[in-house]
């Protein structure tokens, strides 16, 4: 029988969950690779969380017994599946979705005109990453509330570890996938309109896609878009209204947008981890991990790596983009990337476009709890354009 290591460290203690960036950075350069009881091996340095992450047959995207289409898959398997997805996120279909973000958009902002202070988190960045993914599904507006719910209650499950209360979640998500696809089905919803009927629709080797397929493909386009849109908006803010500096250079040059975008997701990204298993025995940063061992990579910690970022908590022009491990890399590199980096284009320039300025207020933001992360709670201070 293995023998679990002394843990090195505790993820649900209330240092690490007052900052999730100090912590993972002070765990990096102090061990590499931590043990915990909750996440087992957390893998925290950028080259070693690169290398797993190109050697899918030593490390397992498996990680469940719950299907999970195609982020839970390993090749060939994954191969067919990702190749299923991809063509929703074409860069034509991008484009051809931003003026519905740029109405969401929009409507948000107008509906906070004239506030002096917002908690950013319920006022914009939540409602915005609800409203474009029930857009980009197809799904009624009318869902907001139930998935909003859905989401913080998963995350407080995640971080409890209450599998019951997981169990209970995964089954809610499936009975509103259910919903949607039965009034796909009885509305004769066209596919070439709609990604969810399209889904019901569509085929792998030659076979249609059953119920749990398309319900692991909605669950994994809607949890990580909700999360992560939310979190990214709401980091992307309190960025900036801490460096006015780099709000004037933004309106002046907004070419320059989707650079500032992407270093200051580097610096607090808006996804914590991922989890892989190791196929074999093997060595991760001077750590024997056994066969079967449960890894979780720490996407914000190899960001933030000084062994690749130089001064790597510093916001800095023209880093190198193939370093950045924002969207991922290798076979299962964020199909959704264009998508995601249009809506947070659109959400910045429109509110840079609104406001003259943004600013911390006296209360200090609430910082989110593991799975999430970024901000549970954002006072700003908006002064109108």
């Known amino acids: 029988m293995t023998i679990a290591p002394t843990p090195d460290w505790n993820p649900r203690s209330d240092a690490v969950q007052q900052d999730q960036i100090a912590a993972y950075d002070h765990l990096?350069?102090?061990?590499?690779?931590?043990?915990?009881?909750?996440?087992?091996?957390?893998?925290?340095?950028h080259a070693d969380v690169l290398r797993i992450l190109q050697d899918h047959e030593r490390f397992s995207n498996v990680v469940s017994r719950h299907v999970a289409v195609p982020n839970g898959m390993d090749p060939p398997e994954h191969t067919a599946y990702r190749a299923l997805i991809e063509p929703y996120f074409t860069q034509e279909r991008v484009e051809a979705f931003r003026p519905v973000c740029e109405r969401i958009t929009a409507e948000l902002l107008q509906a906070l005109q004239g506030r002096?202070?917002?908690?950013?988190?319920a006022a914009f960045a939540l409602p915005f990453a609800v409203r474009i993914q029930c857009a980009f599904m197809g799904w009624p507006m009318d869902l907001e509330a139930e998935l909003t719910e859905w989401s913080?209650?998963?995350?407080?499950?995640t971080l409890?570890?209450?599998?019951?209360?997981?169990?209970?979640?995964?089954?809610?998500?499936e009975g509103i996938v259910a919903r949607m696809l039965d009034e796909r089905r009885a509305s004769g919803a066209d596919p070439q309109q709609d990604v969810t009927a399209s889904l019901m629709h569509a085929t792998v080797l030659g076979q249609p896609l059953g119920a749990d397929a398309i319900a692991s493909?909605?669950?994994?386009?809607t949890v990580g878009e909700i999360g992560t849109i939310a979190?990214?908006?709401?980091?992307?803010?309190?960025?900036?209204?801490e460096h006015a500096d780099l709000q004037a250079t933004l309106r002046a040059e907004p070419a320059r947008q989707p650079e500032a975008i992407d270093e200051i997701l580097r610096l607090h990204g808006p996804l914590v981890t991922n989890r892989r298993v190791a196929t074999c025995p093997v060595e991760v940063a001077g750590r024997q991990i056994p066969a079967g061992g449960r890894i979780t990579l720490h996407w914000t910690s190899a960001n933030r790596d000084p062994r690749v970022f130089e001064a790597p908590g510093e916001f800095r022009w023209g880093r190198n983009p193939?370093?950045?491990l924002l969207y991922g890399a290798g076979i299962h590199v964020c199909p959704g990337a264009a998508l995601s980096r249009m809506e947070l284009g659109v959400a910045l320039r429109a509110l840079l476009a609104a406001?003259?300025?943004?600013?911390?207020?006296t209360q200090a933001p609430e910082p989110a709890h593991y799975p999430a992360i970024g901000f549970a709670r954002l006072p700003l201070q908006l002064r109108w354009a």
């Open 160 to 173: 409890a570890q209450d599998r019951p209360a997981l169990d209970a979640l995964a089954a809610q998500f």
């Open 28 to 45: 990096r350069d102090q061990h590499g690779a931590a043990y915990s009881e909750m996440l087992h091996w957390s893998v925290l340095g």
């Open 322 to 324: 193939q370093d950045n």
């Open 217 to 221: 493909i909605l669950r994994n386009w």
């Open 116 to 121: 002096r202070e917002v908690d950013w988190v």
């Open 355 to 361: 406001v003259a300025s943004l600013a911390p207020t």
């Open 152 to 157: 913080a209650r998963s995350h407080a499950a």
């Open 231 to 241: 979190a990214a908006v709401g980091i992307l803010a309190q960025w900036l209204a």
